[in-house]
Structures are given as structure tokens and as C-alpha cells.
């Protein structure tokens, strides 16, 4: 057997259909489809069935994706490694949310870039939930506390939210869309917004914000992204104050890396020093 015709057999039984699999391993369709056939003709048995809904696993399947997934980890474990007696060179890898990077971190890293010029940084930005044990990024900031997993979580601050509008914006509001929906941010203003009509949608914050300065209506934002604005007017809550958690993220296997210890301690340092504008108290309410 050969191990790539095992990660892709893998890569397939977690996506469920061809071209899924193909993006995430960056293969084409048929490369796919003969690595699965040649695992299958090794095997001397059927793994997998097509049906309308994608590729299900067969029993057999279900077997050998339980023994390949723990090779996968054990693999993977000796990927996390990568690095560990290296020092402050090489890539760090991290994902975030758009506003959280474009506004308030990557402006803060120049620090840590002055201090360790061997050291490489990509910013990932994605609201999905990247997997740190996959290497798909070194460090994650995400606004809710990882409920399982072997990750190791430190909350960073407190994320508050405000709500904003220009000086005589119409009584409207700006909010956001359908995919955004059960963003606790997103249900307060439909909960607090008393009723009134959406002038604006966006799935981007940034684009609220410019909605806002714009003269749509009113936005519910974090006070971080907002607070100083010019054009923006903070005005009191129509209900009880909104907070988030800020968690940073890091597999239990990556946190002594120097290079990713050198990037969790500057990442504490500027979340601790921006504590206050990041919950909204470092302004006049």
C-alpha cells in the first residue's frame, strides 16, 4: 500500500464527494478517483459506494478509515514537532477574522517583526475553524473557547460592542446577513433593535461600518473597530451591554516551538495593553 493513497482515501471519507477532497489536498478529480481505486485493488475489497448524495463508506470502509485516522494522527504529531529546536526562524502561521487583523493586530506587529527578523508570519484570514492539529495554522484568535480537542486556550480580553450611527442618520438600522444570523452580535440586534427596518446588510463588519459612516442607519459594532471613527457617533444601548471572549488557540504539541512561543507572548502583550479599547471603556460611553 502506498500512505498517499491512504491520506487521500482519508481526505475523501471526511469530505464526502470528489471535488471537496480535491480542493483541500489540491489534486485534480481523477487523481482522486485512481487513488482510491488503487487502494481498493491493494486491498482486494470495496472501501467506499457512490451514490447521489456522494461517496459513502462501507463497512470494510469504516474499518480502515478508524486505522488510517489514527496513522493520520500519529503522523501529524510528528509534523507539530517540525520546528521545535530550530529558534526564533521559519513560519508561523495564523488565523483570525478580518476585522481583528486588518484593524487592530497586524498594525501591532511590527514589535515582534523588529525584534526577530528571521521570523516569518502569515495571517490566515477565515471565519471557518482552521484545524491546528492538520497544520493548517500554528495559532488561531477565535471569540468563543474551544469546547473539545487538544488544544490549549488563553482568553486574550473582552471584546465589547456599541452601537453607531453619523450625526442625523435615518432610524434604520445596519445589520447582517442570513449566514451571519446566529452571531450573538447578530441576534441582540435583531432582539434590541426594536423593530425597525434593515436599511443595510453584510457578513462584513468592515462593510457595516462604512454603511454606518455612510449615513444607512445604525450598526451594532465591536467598540474597537468603531470608537474614533470620524463621522460616527456612539449612542446608548437599547439593551443589556454585549461582550465576547478573545481566545488564542495553540495545539498542545506547538506551544513550546520558539517561534510560536515568540508570537503567543507577543500576541498576550498587545491584547493586554489594548484591553480597555477592546471592551469599548477606553472612551466616554
Not at 526564533?88 to 487583523?101: E, F, P
Not at 450625526?167 to 452580535?185: K, R, W
Amino acid at each position: 500500500m502506498d500512505w498517499d493513497d491512504l491520506r487521500v482515501f482519508l481526505e475523501l471519507a471526511r469530505a464526502g464527494s470528489l471535488s471537496a477532497a480535491a480542493r483541500s489536498l489540491r489534486l485534480s478529480h481523477a487523481t482522486v478517483g485512481r487513488r482510491l481505486a488503487a487502494l481498493e485493488s491493494a486491498l482486494g475489497r470495496s472501501l467506499m459506494e457512490r451514490r447521489p448524495e456522494g461517496y459513502v463508506l462501507t463497512d470494510e470502509g469504516e474499518s480502515v478509515r478508524a486505522l488510517t485516522e489514527a496513522m493520520d494522527e500519529r503522523a501529524q504529531a510528528i509534523r507539530r514537532r517540525e520546528g521545535a529546536d530550530t529558534g526564533l526562524t521559519g513560519t508561523v502561521r495564523l488565523t483570525m477574522t478580518q476585522a481583528l487583523a486588518d484593524i487592530f493586530l497586524i498594525p501591532r506587529m511590527g514589535a515582534l517583526r523588529a525584534a526577530n527578523p528571521g521570523l516569518d508570519l502569515e495571517i490566515i484570514v477565515d471565519n471557518r475553524t482552521l484545524s491546528l492539529a492538520r497544520r493548517e495554522a500554528d495559532l488561531a484568535i477565535r471569540l468563543a473557547r474551544p469546547q473539545r480537542g487538544d488544544l490549549v486556550g488563553r482568553r486574550l480580553a473582552t471584546l465589547g460592542y456599541g452601537l453607531y450611527a453619523a450625526p442625523d442618520a435615518p432610524d434604520t438600522l445596519i445589520a447582517y446577513d442570513e449566514s451571519m444570523a446566529e452571531l450573538p452580535e447578530a441576534l441582540w440586534l435583531d432582539r434590541h433593535g426594536g423593530g425597525r427596518r434593515v436599511a443595510f446588510r453584510s457578513n462584513s463588519v468592515q462593510g457595516q461600518l462604512a454603511a454606518a459612516v455612510a449615513g444607512f442607519g445604525t450598526a451594532f459594532l465591536p467598540c474597537m473597530l468603531a470608537d474614533g471613527v470620524p463621522g460616527l457617533e456612539r449612542l446608548p444601548l437599547s439593551g443589556p451591554p454585549l461582550t465576547r471572549e478573545v481566545w488564542l488557540l495553540v495545539h498542545r504539541d506547538r506551544r513550546e516551538v520558539p517561534r510560536v512561543r515568540a508570537v503567543i507572548e507577543h500576541l498576550v502583550t498587545v491584547f493586554t495593553a489594548e484591553r480597555a479599547r477592546l471592551k469599548g471603556t477606553a472612551v466616554a460611553q
